[in-house]
């Protein structure tokens, strides 16, 4: 689930002492990325928790030279195990995730200070940015920051979120957006192949539907990997169970509409496509990115005039979104 609650209206700071943190961090033959990873944020936190799952290069070395507690942990095959392996670790007020291949960007330690000194908030939605291949990348929005609460830990063996239990235990109201953002290198092309990953979480991603076969996030994710696999139409089928099966109110609801109708359009799916929108455009009116992809659609046929409009309007919206200074 995602949260446009924004930190100025939960704002009530007082002069209170400053909340510690704790960086808690899952690694496997990370070494060359981790130590930029923890130096950009060791003059954030007070404590720096790196769980090795079974490296063979110089991980755990590295992060003892860069100051971290560097704790081992026998690989299940579930990473929310690891990541509240790590939090069952920690001694600080908060805790902050990242992974080896991430840093966060410069922030004021003020404003870091003012976010956990706000009382309202048990967690906070940071920007994360994917960089994928040279001039691309892509945007998401996740809970990285939050309090060191027992009920608080991550669900599911992979792209684990540890939002739900705080959901769960506190309400929609207690999370809130910070001005943070990640920097993540680990879907460039080069280091999925170098550490395997699309075999390893296919795995993973269908040991988890033999238990749940109808779970919709589940099998969000295995399309996903069907489609960096170059396997659209697998990755289509299990985008359209996914979709089945979704009562409403997913977070992540746009993203599975977004990838069908890549998925339809890569394949050259166009009357399908047309339709699928068409529906979608029902439940979100004027989506700029639905516009666009069936504007790109229209003009590889016969409906340039349409495709034209459907960019217009696309390009409306996107500009009608944008902050004004």
Not at 204 to 224: A, M, S, T, V
């Amino acid at each position: 689930m995602k949260s446009d609650i924004d930190v100025e209206q939960h704002a009530n700071v007082n002069d209170a002492k400053i909340p510690s943190v704790s960086l808690c961090l899952i690694a496997k033959d990370e070494e060359e990325s981790l130590p930029d990873c923890l130096a950009s944020v060791r003059h954030l936190v007070a404590e720096m928790i790196v769980v090795d799952t079974g490296s063979q290069d110089g991980t755990a070395q590295a992060a003892f030279k860069s100051g971290a507690r560097v704790l081992p942990f026998a690989w299940s095959g579930d990473f929310s195990s690891a990541r509240n392996f790590a939090l069952s670790q920690v001694n600080s007020d908060w805790i902050l995730i990242l992974d080896a291949d991430e840093r966060l960007e410069p922030v004021d330690p003020e404003t870091f200070s003012r976010l956990l000194a706000n009382d309202k908030v048990e967690g906070y939605y940071l920007e994360i940015k994917n960089h994928l291949a040279p001039g691309q990348s892509s945007w998401d929005k996740v809970v990285r920051l939050f309090r060191n609460k027992p009920c608080y830990r991550f669900r599911g063996a992979i792209h684990e979120q540890v939002a739900a239990s705080i959901l769960e235990y506190s309400g929609s109201e207690s999370l809130a957006s910070a001005p943070l953002v990640i920097q993540h290198a680990g879907y460039t092309k080069e280091k999925i192949e170098s550490q395997h990953k699309p075999e390893r979480n296919m795995a993973i991603l269908k040991q988890e539907l033999e238990h749940n076969p109808d779970d919709p996030f589940l099998l969000y994710c295995l399309g996903l990997e069907y489609y960096q696999q170059n396997q659209v139409q697998q990755g289509i089928a299990c985008l359209e169970q996914a979709l089945v099966n979704m009562p409403g109110g997913e977070g992540y609801l746009e993203d599975v509409i977004l990838y069908l109708a890549l998925g339809y359009l890569s394949l050259g799916k166009k009357e399908k496509l047309e339709d699928f929108i068409a529906k979608c455009l029902l439940m979100f009116p004027e989506h700029p990115d639905l516009l666009c992809i069936r504007g790109f659609c229209r003009s590889q046929g016969d409906k340039r005039q349409e495709a034209f409009s459907d960019w217009q309007i696309s390009l409306t919206q996107r500009l009608s979104r944008m902050p004004l200074d």
